[in-house]
């Protein structure tokens, strides 16, 4: 069993005890744990089921590569799936689970699945449910769904919040071991601002389990020396449980902070997730231990040989009283002196070198413990947890030639630098044959923008696995050499996703080459680790399987992040209130005082409608119609947007974005414009008024203000740069305020100040002036077919000036009226609106507006898209007018269906309804729509489809439903 | 005539630095490049000479800011604009340049405090620590645009009217 070590340790605080839970049970801990070291200080050898075998699986490793140790994390609102037990610092109360088990963690149904293996091959899910083809979505999936993965999603929202923050530097170190260390000092030393980051809690890296000096110095010493030198310097900022977890180009690197994780409700935040801009960027990212691939390699107890030094040195853990240490490199020595040195037992150390003679070697064997050269385990005995080894040579097939017993396996495959940061941005790897191992090409970093390194790589990252260098370390794939299939079955390269050597050498034999499409076939290295412990060892077998060598197969892509990154940290402070702007208007307040129900515009909200009691917002739309087309509606209009166009190229300017003619517009009045895109298709519309001479303001729709805009400066600033015109987005200046209906020109008559008669101020004329004594400008223009003004107030004066009109118009009849009303009010009068009459395909002329289109111009953005034959065709479905001969409403969306059907059987079109409304006004249903040869066919009747099937049918007219001769604005 | 109103009405927080709105203020967006009397003009307005490239020049409760190759930020107390706006219509009279009325589009907030600073590198993309004194920057204020600049043991920073809510409650969170 592994049980705490009386004496030792040297992350824990023995004199702080901490109590934690794993799956219900009471367990006790110290200060300093990871949630690992705890769960090993109370011999929880098992700690969860594997993924596709549901096999008891134990704790591999003692950092962020650990595939099985996975855990739920917390409760409720704190609960966090897949929570890596060897990075979970240990803290008082953590409440933790283990996952992929049912009924429970001991006794699981899905371990059949163990015995069906030979069922369950690579490509099982392509090979088995793919026919009968419904059978995947109603039958397969949701069993697999449920049987299979990993955490448990959380259901209820986050109880803690995240940031982000900017970070710049000149040198960035990511990894705080020796070689970060070094790197960061240097660069301090010659002045750099650096920050260095390190995923753990403490400095140092291995260091302190693998070395006893460091320059000469006792490696403690050394360490908090060079601790306190950084820590003095303005120059350096050292941030702790920090993972860099990816670089990108131009010095980008982004890193997740994890400030909260340990001390969870202290009202931090959980996470920071850094954005930091870097000179230069350092990788000394160091290396990971690679398993060894013999037979029942994932039963509890089978431990990588220098995380299991981790535990014994760091938190004074026992793997159990007898560990046999299997090894094709030196460093694994250290762990059987580390146990030795903790006075606990190596039977032996299995060597599958032919001879071991260095330093570490030779102190192992002055030791006294058996050093067995040319030796390799044929199998692993035991289920849940080690019971002992059978010991065959390497280079055979695996006959037993004795059998050791034991409760604890340390293997070690040799090492893995690792290279994620150096190949995120595009650095290229060397197969590097002394320590078998991918290695950063120096000679062909990521690159800046000026074609120099972006990143550099140092310590164990960059192949020097020790400080004195690199060893040597001969590839040991598989474990004996000539292991037969029953062996190979039980050899597992991916421990999260279940895949074995076998499964990597059928999808060889079946015919896949390409490393990329093994991984997706086999899910090699697909699970939440990454392959941080497989990769290599897949491609070796993939390799070695296609008669190839491991450069030729090359590996799959490094992609960020390094590590599993919570979407809390990546969303940062966006939610709830600040998920995303939202545009509010000087009246928004009043608004939701008035119980306005608002739809978005943009990242505007406007109200759609203001309902009473009572009232749905059907009856609030047709009430707010009805009222302003007998009495008084009052529009919040500020959105629109208003752009102020001024110079002496201005008209020049305006009559090339226009169709229309803007530059023979007098001062003082108002013109309807379309715009158009190169293409010739209706991009936005509004209305111009000539403000004097020089000077224009061109109104857009609330959500084209920033985009025409944009359009305007692009063709200033890009094409026509050499003509004097500038332009500026005053949309926000002002609070806009329609006044619309009978009684509009006696509210202005109410406020009083300036002359709003119909000889004064005719229809499309605008004035600047005073109502109710606040500086006005008042454009007579109607969206709705009334007599109507929009008074235009700055801004800071928005919500007075509406206040002041609804207390004017009380006597008028004045209410609010929201965007639906404005919708079908314009849909009465055969107003198009952008966005509904158009989406990007339509044509002014489409629209029946070629009234609007200057013959007499040579040229405008549009005319010559408009030209060209497809979009000329007499054949286009064209706007018009429907009323169903019932009375009903068409539905949103509806074809006009025609006769036939197409080649996928689909009824074939003739046209769609754009707009469609019940009009209060007229008590019935309403349409505009698209119909093909539309004006020649007024009287005709047409069927639009509906959504509960059948076709309604609507009769074609003229798209002016209400007040055609407009005798109700011309007043 | 009611009195002009800011966007929230002079809010304020207390955090780890103190944010408040400020305003009404001022604003001209001048737009000229390149005219001899632009400096004049200039100087006649807020009292500061013409800003270098990424400069804001301040003068009491006036500044001038460069926002573009083209396009200066001038600030002064908000019942002068109109008067302001006299002033460049007569010192640029035949030249070619727009100058309007931006006070209402805007809200100011200030950041104050020894640690304001971390407020902003939470949500603006700028080296705080290397932004100089009399150095503006216009960047973005987490998802919206924005330009700030450092003043008086403290931070000034301009955004849209239409977002001041959202700014606010960004700048309220992140110095929690």
Redesign the interface.
Same mark, same amino acid.
Do not use: C, D
């Given at each position: 069993m592994s049980t705490r070590l009386a004496k030792g340790g040297r992350l824990i605080d023995r004199t702080a005890p901490v109590e934690f839970t794993f799956n219900g049970k009471r367990l006790k801990g110290f200060q300093g744990d990871t949630l690992a070291a705890g769960l090993l200080a109370n011999d929880q050898v098992m700690v969860g089921r594997s993924f596709k075998y549901h096999r008891p699986r134990g704790i591999v490793a003692s950092g962020p590569e650990e595939p099985n140790a996975l855990v739920n994390l917390g409760l409720g609102a704190r609960l966090e799936p897949n929570q890596r037990t060897t990075t979970t610092e240990l803290f008082d109360g953590l409440d933790s689970t283990s996952q992929n088990h049912w009924p429970s963690l001991e006794f699981d149904v899905g371990v059949v699945n163990n015995y069906v293996a030979r069922f369950l091959p690579a490509g099982f899910y392509y090979k088995t449910f793919i026919h009968p083809r419904p059978f995947w979505k109603h039958v397969f999936e949701p069993i697999i769904r449920r049987s299979a993965g990993l955490g448990k999603a959380p259901t209820e929202g986050d109880a803690d919040?995240y +940031? $982000?923050? @900017?970070?710049?530097c000149d040198v960035l170190v990511i990894g705080a071991g020796v070689a970060g260390l070094k790197a960061a000092k240097a660069a301090a030393d010659k002045g750099q *601002?650096v920050i260095l980051l390190e995923q753990a809690p403490t400095l140092g890296g291995r260091a302190p389990v693998d070395q006893t000096e460091v320059d000469g110095q006792p490696v403690e010493a050394w360490l908090s020396a060079m601790e306190s030198d950084l820590a003095a310097r303005d120059n350096v900022t050292i941030r702790t449980r920090t993972c860099g977890f990816g670089v990108y180009d131009h010095g980008y690197v982004l890193a997740d902070e994890r400030v909260a994780d340990h001390t969870p409700g202290d009202g931090r935040p959980k996470h920071r997730l850094w *954005?930091i801009?870097a000179g230069r960027i350092v990788s000394a990212t160091g290396a990971i231990e690679r398993p060894l691939s013999f037979a029942g390699n994932d039963i509890p107890g089978v431990m990588l040989a220098g995380a299991m030094r981790d535990y014994v040195v760091n938190y004074a853990v026992s793997p159990g009283d007898r560990t046999v240490v299997v090894t094709n490199n030196d460093s694994a020595y250290q762990t059987a002196l580390a146990l030795k040195a903790a006075g606990l037992d190596v039977p032996a150390i299995l060597d599958a070198r032919d001879q071991a003679t260095g330093p570490l070697p030779e102190a192992a064997r002055a030791a006294g413990i058996r050093v067995l050269t040319g030796k390799a385990i044929a199998k692993v005995k035991g289920a849940k947890r080690v019971t002992g080894v059978t010991v065959c040579a390497q280079a055979g097939e695996g006959a037993v030639q004795e059998e050791i017993p034991c409760e604890a396996v340390a293997m070690s495959g040799g090492w893995s630098p690792v290279v994620h940061l150096w190949s995120h941005c595009g650095g290229k790897l060397l197969w590097d044959d002394t320590i078998s191992a991918f290695v950063p090409d120096p000679a062909r970093p990521p690159l800046n923008h000026d074609g120099s390194a972006m990143v550099e790589v140092v310590g164990a990252a960059s192949g020097d696995l020790t400080l004195d260098g690199k060893p040597t370390i001969p590839p040991v794939w598989v474990m004996p050499q000539g292991a037969p299939i029953a062996y190979r079955n039980k050899m597992w390269l991916d421990y999260q996703n279940d895949v074995k050597v076998s499964d990597v050498q059928l999808a060889a034999r079946e015919g896949y080459l390409s490393v990329e499409h093994t991984k997706r076939y086999t899910t090699l290295g697909m699970a939440t680790d990454q392959g941080k412990l497989s990769n290599i060892n897949g491609l070796a077998i993939l390799a070695d399987a296609q008669g190839s060598q491991i450069p030729q197969v090359g590996t799959t892509t490094f992609r960020p992040p390094y590590t599993p990154v919570t979407i809390g940290a990546l969303a940062g +402070?966006?939610r709830g +209130? #600040?998920f $995303? %702007? =939202? *545009? *509010?208007?000087?009246m928004h307040e009043a608004h939701e005082a008035a119980g306005a129900y608002f739809e978005p515009v943009g =990242?505007?909200r406007r109200p759609y409608c203001y309902p009473r009691a009572g009232e749905t917002h059907e009856q609030a739309v047709h009430r707010e119609v009805t009222n302003t087309r007998t009495n008084l509606g009052l529009l919040d209009a500020s959105t629109l947007g208003k752009i #102020?166009v001024?110079?002496?190229d201005a008209g020049r300017f305006l009559d090339m974005l226009y169709t229309g003619v803007m530059s023979t517009l007098p001062v003082g009045k108002c013109r309807y414009g379309l715009m158009c895109n190169e293409q010739g298709f209706l991009s936005d519309d509004g209305v111009v008024a000539r403000i004097d001479e020089d000077t224009w303001l061109c109104h857009t729709t609330s959500g084209g203000a920033d985009r025409i805009h944009a359009w305007m400066e692009d063709w200033l600033q890009c094409e026509w740069w050499d003509w004097?015109v @500038?332009?500026?987005n005053?949309? +926000? $200046? @002002?609070a806009q305020v329609a006044v619309v209906g009978p009684n509009a020109r006696k509210l202005l008559q109410v406020l009083g100040g300036m002359d709003v008669s119909k000889e004064t101020l005719p229809f499309m004329q605008w004035a600047d002036g005073?109502l109710?004594?606040? %500086?006005v400008r008042v454009y007579r223009i109607s969206f709705s077919g009334e007599l109507s003004y929009e008074i235009a107030v %700055?801004?800071?004066?928005g919500?007075?000036?509406w206040a002041a009109c609804q207390e004017a118009g009380k006597a008028l009849g004045a209410m609010p009226y929201g965007t639906e009303c404005l919708h079908v009010m314009r849909a009465e009068k055969g107003f198009i609106m952008i966005g509904d009459e158009t989406d990007g395909t339509v044509i002014p002329q489409d629209l029946g507006l070629d009234w609007a289109i200057s013959k007499k111009k040579a040229d405008f953005l549009g005319k010559r898209g408009q030209e060209r034959t497809y979009l000329a065709n007499p054949d286009r479905w064209k706007l018009m007018g429907f009323e169903t001969l019932d009375g009903s409403v068409v539905p949103d969306g509806a074809y006009i269906v025609a006769e036939g059907v197409n080649a996928n059987g689909q009824r074939n079109t003739q046209g769609r309804v754009t707009s469609t409304y019940y009009s209060p006004t007229l008590k019935r249903g309403i349409a505009m729509g698209l119909l093909k040869q539309g004006p020649a066919r007024v009287g005709e009747v047409v069927e639009f489809n509906t959504v509960a099937g059948g076709t309604v049918k609507a009769k074609v007219r003229d798209t002016v439903f209400f007040d055609k001769d407009g005798e109700k604005q011309n007043v | 005539m009611s009195d002009p109103v800011s966007a929230l009405n002079g809010a304020s927080a207390q955090g780890f630095a103190a944010i408040r709105e400020v305003g009404p203020l001022g604003m001209i967006t001048l737009r000229a490049k390149g005219l001899k009397s632009l400096d004049k003009a200039i100087k006649a307005v807020t009292g500061t000479k013409l800003p270098a490239q990424r400069r804001i020049e301040v003068n009491g409760d006036r500044a001038c800011g460069w926002m573009s190759p083209d396009e200066y930020l001038l600030i002064l107390p908000y019942a002068d604009v109109s008067a302001a706006l006299a002033s460049l219509a007569k010192s640029l009279a035949g030249e070619h340049y727009l100058a309007v009325d931006v006070s209402d589009a805007r809200a100011v907030f200030r950041v104050e405090g020894d640690r304001a600073a971390e407020v902003l590198a939470k949500l603006v993309p700028v080296d705080f620590d290397r932004l100089e004194p009399g150095e503006l920057r216009r960047s973005r204020t987490a998802q919206v645009a924005a330009a700030m600049w450092k003043q008086d043991q403290g931070f000034t920073l301009v955004c849209f009217r239409s977002v001041a809510r959202y700014v606010f409650d960004l700048l309220a969170n992140a110095s929690r």
């Open positions: 919040r +940031e $982000q923050a @900017y970070a710049f *601002r *954005r801009r +402070e966006s +209130e #600040i $995303q %702007p =939202l *545009r *509010r208007t000087p =990242l505007w #102020i001024k110079g002496p004097k @500038y332009t500026a005053v949309t +926000e $200046q @002002y005073t109710a004594g606040f %500086p %700055p801004a800071s004066h919500a007075a000036f | -």
